[in-house]
């Protein structure tokens, strides 16, 4: 007995050792396959294909009998060309969706597969000799491992049910952007850092002229249409108050502190929100009648504005001589609280209807790791969704304001129709200001609408 213990021992730590020799299709070291050719489709927005074509290139390098064909796609008709490509089964195998859309999407996505089958890989030969195409299996991450790797807003908004339904080649967030010249002429040193630092420096810099309209506005905060992504701004103020806007659960609508509270703190946001565009109040500096507040912040318009990194080349766009400053979005005091910001971000999800789940899902992995990672953000000037390129990109000036506010940031559920439960929010905002509802009934419509979004 003690003789076949021993020889079990030996045997098994040897079957495992040549079990790992034939990986996926159970071919030899030398031996080559030949693969059929496999072409993925590509569908995002925003990026030209010069920004993918360095990441696709490199994953063909090592899988030479895979195609990436890549399409830009306007925002205006993108989920219209999704929702009919997938109707008449010509959609794309990969494509990206806004963070918020997991569960509008869900149905219409493959999740990451706990292993990775069977991927056509050149693996080196050495010396001269041509590289030969092998079939590889590799176990997928584990869905713990994306807290160590990815900024903490993706492992929330990314995974369901335990399992990964995409990844993001970035993560943005909200800063503060300031015009240098209107603020020195206001007598003010340096940004605001807390909400009420922002109150006082509006007073100080909004100009009205006799018959009552803007000569110059402080900050653009209040309205619903023309303010950068105002449902975003509403949510931050109310997640700096400590209110949750969805359960955990993604089932239940929030919208308070807690059960107890005593004082509507959703209801105190966004009064706190349309006070800025509340002619009756002190810190009225802003209204419908406005242009959107990029075009009125670079026009030197408006002395302050919120918004993300992409707004950075919009505004260099419209006046490259404007002196701006960008700084940490304000918060609620400038101690004893953890900062509170917002994110902002697109993944890269595969499709259903694909027949090469595997592949598309592989190519994502990669293009998602470090080095491939550090091409997209180098030419996009994006903050990164990587922890470990956090320290590296804060000594980007242009970066280092959003880079600072990834590991605060949050995102909060909007069910399975997104802009509805953003449309909800900026509806709050606008019969407020009308004065047709008062801010806690407005609060509750919200609240209904949004909770209609997780059914």
């Not at 050495?126 to 160590?148: F, H, M, T, V």
């Not at 919208?255 to 105190?268: H, I, V, Y």
């Not at 390129?389 to 506010?405: C, Y």
């Amino acid at each position: 007995m003690p003789f076949l213990t021993q020889k079990t021992t030996i045997i098994i730590p040897l079957l495992l050792a040549v079990s790992f020799l034939f990986i996926g299709a159970g071919c030899t070291k030398n031996q080559s396959v030949k693969p059929k050719r496999t072409t993925l489709s590509y569908w995002r927005v925003f990026d030209d294909s010069s920004v993918m074509q360095p990441i696709i290139s490199a994953y063909q390098s090592l899988h030479p009998s895979v195609s990436i064909s890549y399409k830009k796609m306007r925002i205006e008709e993108y989920e219209r060309e999704l929702l009919e490509g997938f109707a008449e089964d010509r959609g794309p195998d990969i494509f990206s969706i806004p963070n918020t859309s997991v569960g509008k999407y869900e149905t219409k996505l493959v999740p990451l597969p706990s292993q990775i089958e069977k991927i056509p890989t050149a693996v080196p030969q050495g010396g001269n000799k041509e590289p030969i195409i092998q079939y590889q299996s590799k176990k997928a991450p584990d869905p713990r491992i994306l807290k160590d790797t990815f900024v903490p807003t993706v492992f929330k908004d990314v995974i369901k049910n335990e399992h990964i339904y995409g990844l993001p080649l970035f993560v943005d967030t909200l800063a503060l952007f300031y015009n240098r010249d209107l603020l020195a002429r206001a007598g003010i040193p340096e940004p605001p850092r807390t909400w009420g630092e922002v109150q006082d420096a509006v007073q100080r810099l909004t100009v009205i002229a006799e018959d009552g309209s803007f000569l110059q506005s402080g900050i653009a905060i209040g309205t619903a249409e023309n303010v950068s992504r105002s449902p975003d701004v509403l949510a931050l103020l109310m997640m700096q108050s400590g209110i949750t806007i969805v359960d955990d659960t993604g089932s239940r609508v929030l919208l308070s502190s807690s059960q107890d509270s005593t004082d509507n703190l959703s209801a105190n946001a966004l009064l706190f929100y349309t006070d800025f565009a509340n002619p009756t109040k002190t810190v009225y500096t802003w209204n419908d009648t406005q242009s959107d507040a990029v075009t009125a912040f670079s026009q030197g318009k408006v002395a302050m504005m919120l918004g993300y990194s992409y707004h950075l080349p919009q505004i260099r766009q419209k006046n490259p001589n404007i002196n701006m400053g960008v700084t940490a979005i304000p918060q609620i005091t400038a101690s004893e609280m953890i900062p509170v910001n917002v994110a902002n971000y697109w993944i890269e999800v595969v499709a259903k209807k694909t027949a090469h789940p595997n592949i598309a899902w592989d190519f994502i992995l990669f293009a998602t790791r470090q080095e491939q990672a550090m091409k997209y953000l180098e030419s996009t000037k994006r903050p990164t969704a990587l922890r470990s390129l956090i320290r590296q990109q804060q000594e980007d000036l242009d970066l280092k304001p959003f880079v600072d506010g990834l590991l605060v940031t949050k995102s909060w559920y909007k069910g399975n129709d997104p802009n509805r439960a953003d449309e909800a929010l900026k509806e709050a905002i606008t019969v407020t200001l009308e004065g047709s509802q008062p801010a806690d009934a407005a609060i509750t419509l919200a609240g209904r609408k949004i909770q209609e979004t997780l059914k």
